[in-house]
């Protein structure tokens, strides 16, 4: 979920001089009577998590300063334990992590505004989960396998060690682009298998940027419940057969992060406020 | 302290010279107040802590510093009018 603009003004005051008063959302629920969730909420207050009910849809907030909140570990965590404590009742509609409002009404207005638009996604999202799948090669390993597989590489790579070549610079940069290409299509490869393996048992699937140089494939999928574990399987499955050249990392269950796609846009002086 | 460098009182002889000058001060300023760049050093930090290669602490250092470069890069578009 994107909210285009965030909610507050930019530039964080400092929250002892903050107005007070206003709500950290953390997801949205179908839900008619009023709920609390445990003494959990973001800002080392240890606020209670409740909810701001309208029209059977609700909010499920703890009170805070309107201030920017740094997205630290700790504060992401508040954040996802907070949604995880939901999800163990409810479909949830994850919001992204800092959105507040700067008053109760304007909850309220929110859920009167995209009541149509949040109803159709929780429904949507109903009985499925997200499914988190990092994998990991050795790019070293990888490397030296390009190097003495491919019959190209391994030429030019001699000509230049044999000082065969006259000029090695220009050698040695189509060197480098052959490499990166022969290991960009390694990847290609292994992510294509992947996703083959996979693809019977998931509803969805989302790529994101792979973080740092071992990482091949950072994607979320979003699976029925009831598939969950022939997922699991398939996931295993994969890895045992790529044991020794891939690492796999699975994660989850998530809310649907990477699928709920409701743009907010709200006016910069505050939410309707 | 490229900014530094190039923010320096110098008389530039030449009109070209400047003009790079100031491309590259741009290019500077995007690259230290590039939210989604700072984002990403965030996430590879993270990283680095869940496979070991970091301790708690070295993390909670770094990421204090990311923190502190978030609110001035944020500070730095408001200042410019950026959305």
Redesign the interface.
């Known amino acids: 979920m994107a909210v285009e603009?965030q909610i507050l003004?930019?530039?964080?005051e400092p929250p002892e001089r903050a107005p007070a008063g206003g709500k950290y959302v953390y997801c949205i629920i179908e839900c008619a009577e009023p709920r609390a969730f445990g003494r959990m909420g973001i800002g080392g207050r240890n606020d209670e998590v409740y909810t701001i009910e309208h029209g059977g849809l609700a909010a499920v907030v703890s009170d805070t300063p309107v201030v920017?909140y740094?997205?630290?570990?700790e504060n992401a965590l508040t954040h996802e334990h907070v949604i995880d404590t939901v999800l163990q009742e409810f479909t949830v509609i994850p919001m992204s992590f800092g959105a507040i409002f700067r008053t109760h009404d304007d909850v309220v207005e929110f859920l009167k505004d995209t009541a149509d638009a949040l109803r159709d996604v929780l429904q949507k999202m109903t009985g499925k989960i997200e499914l988190g799948l990092k994998v990991n090669w050795d790019p070293e390993t990888v490397l030296k396998q390009v190097e003495d597989e491919t019959e190209e590489i391994r030429r030019l790579k001699e000509e230049i060690l044999t000082n065969r070549l006259t000029s090695t610079y220009f050698a040695r940069m189509q060197l480098g682009r052959m490499v990166e290409r022969a290991m960009s299509e390694a990847a290609d490869t292994y992510v294509r298998e992947i996703y083959d393996q996979l693809r019977g048992c998931a509803i969805a699937s989302r790529h994101n940027?792979p973080?740092?140089d071992k990482m091949i494939l950072n994607a979320a999928f979003l699976v029925e419940r009831e598939r969950a574990a022939a997922f699991d399987e398939q996931v295993q499955e994969i890895a045992r057969k790529y044991q020794g050249q891939l690492r796999f990392q699975s994660t989850g269950p998530w809310p649907p992060y990477n699928f709920v796609n409701i743009h907010l846009k709200l006016e910069r002086a505050g939410a309707g406020g | 302290m490229l900014l530094q460098l190039l923010t320096a009182p110098v008389s530039l002889p030449v009109f070209g010279l400047r003009f790079i000058l100031q491309q590259l001060l741009e290019v500077a300023e995007q690259e230290l107040m590039d939210v989604d760049r700072i984002?990403?050093e965030?996430?590879?930090l993270?990283?680095?802590?869940e496979e070991g290669e970091i301790t708690e602490k070295e993390?909670l250092d770094a990421?204090a510093a990311i923190?502190l470069r978030?609110?001035e890069a944020?500070?730095y578009?408001?200042a410019r009018g950026a959305?």
């Open positions: 603009e003004g930019y530039g964080a920017v740094d997205p630290t570990r940027k973080i740092g | 984002h990403e965030l996430l590879l993270q990283l680095r802590l993390y990421e923190m978030l609110r944020r500070a578009r408001a959305g």
